[in-house]
T-cell receptor
Framework: AQKVTQAQTEISVVEKEDVTLDCVYE???????LFWYKQPPSGELVFLIRRNSFDEQNEISGRYSWNFQKSTSSFNFTITASQVVDSAVYFC???????????????FGKGTKLSVIP | DTGVSQNPRHKITKRGQNVTFRCDPISEHNRLYWYRQTLGQGPEFLTY????????KSRLLSDRFSAERPKGSFSTLEIQRTEQGDSAMYLCASSLIPGGLKETQYFGPGTRLLVL
């Protein structure tokens, strides 16, 4: 069965510091999809990135970067020069889809609460 | 560009009452998912629709829960005879076929349910 582990429950950093959020996953499938979502206090999950298992290229988007390593089953997320607006709960998620019914249901980690202190 | 909307945003009810939540997906999206999120946890899958057909249900979805998606547009999630353990955030997400490489679920703001 699939599983996502986010070992860091809470992280606090001072504004402008870099921070890395860890994500380790377990799956028996060779084709799978990894995601990061941001959940600000308002509650809505905001999509950040999707990665397919056969694409190990790291990705950078502005201050955000992602490091995908199949060898260690990790998909870590780094925020460079953190800002107060980055304060939120961040979730890593895995989809092994499609299921027999065609769904790509997501399995989420428990999330990491990031607090950026001004 | 209209995202996923959910109503109501908050619901307080007494144990034993029935509640119904509504989700309006992104207009061209034909897949719809319901998840439940309890405090300090990540969302957990409840059920999945492709157009109007409910194709998959989690074991978390007890007999007191029912979901519909008439005409493949909006969806409703009803909980009958609510229990205190039903208190949670109920999240709806939608996505567009084809899945696979392009399957990304976009979430609504959720309905926060408190059962007293």
């Amino acid at each position: 069965a699939q599983k996502v582990t986010q070992a860091q429950t809470e992280i606090s950093v001072v504004e402008k510091e870099d921070v890395t959020l860890d994500c380790v996953y377990e799956t028996r499938d060779t084709t799978y999809y990894l995601f990061w979502y941001k959940q600000p206090p308002s509650g809505e999950l905001v999509f950040l990135i999707r990665r397919n298992s056969f694409d190990e290229q790291n990705e950078i988007s502005g201050r955000y970067s992602w490091n995908f390593q199949k060898s260690t089953s990790s998909f870590n997320f780094t925020i460079t020069a953190s800002q107060v607006v980055d304060s939120a709960v961040y979730f890593c998620a895995l989809s092994e889809g499609p299921s027999g019914a065609g769904s790509y249901q997501l399995t989420f980690g428990k999330g990491t609460k990031l607090s950026v202190i001004p | 560009d209209t995202g996923v909307s959910q109503n109501p945003r908050h619901k307080i009810t007494k144990r034993g009452q029935n509640v119904t939540f509504r989700c309006d997906p992104i207009s061209e999206h034909n897949r719809l998912y319901w998840y439940r999120q309890t405090l300090g946890q990540g969302p957990e899958f409840l059920t999945y629709f492709q157009n109007e057909a409910q194709l998959e249900k989690s074991r978390l979805l007890s007999d007191r829960f029912s979901a519909e998606r008439p005409k493949g547009s909006f969806s409703t999630l009803e909980i009958q005879r609510t229990e205190q353990g039903d208190s949670a955030m109920y999240l709806c997400a939608s996505s567009l076929i084809p899945g696979g490489l392009k399957e990304t679920q976009y979430f609504g703001p959720g309905t926060r349910l408190l059962v007293l």
